[in-house]
């Protein structure tokens, strides 16, 4: 069984810094790409930043220049690191994967969420 977890979120001031982590273990034999998405109250998930397995990157317009995504192949995490924080950054935020286990399934799997919270 594969399982994602993510931790550091929590409450901050606009202007500020978070890091996320989502570590990924289990029957893992190759995750493909990384991905954080984020929900806010009455809005749909959307995509946050991904990082591909070669290392490709791609961001939402919003967070473009504020966040950096990066992953740690060996550790089977990836990172959210985001910065210059905004009162509408505020969301549940969700790590994504695609993995290959027990080198057969191919899944998405996502995290529980960690709150992030951006104080004006």
């Known amino acids: 069984q594969v399982q994602l977890v993510e931790s550091g979120g929590g409450l901050v001031q606009a202007g500020g810094s978070l890091r996320l982590s989502c570590v990924a273990s289990?029957?893992?034999?190759?995750?493909?790409?990384m991905a954080w998405f984020r929900q806010s109250p009455g809005k749909q998930r959307e995509l946050v930043a991904i990082?591909?397995?070669?290392?490709?990157?791609n961001y939402t317009d919003s967070v473009k220049d504020r966040f950096t995504i990066s992953r740690d192949n060996a550790k089977n995490t990836v990172y959210l690191q985001m910065g210059s924080l905004k009162p509408e950054d505020t969301a549940v935020y969700y790590c994504?994967?695609?993995?290959?286990?027990?080198?057969?399934?191919?899944?998405?799997?996502w995290g529980q969420g960690t709150q992030v919270t951006v104080s004006s």
């Open positions: 990082i591909t397995s070669g290392g490709g990157l």
């Open positions: 289990g029957s893992i034999f190759r995750i493909n790409h």
């Open positions: 994504n994967a695609v993995i290959i286990s027990n080198g057969i399934f191919t899944r998405v799997y």
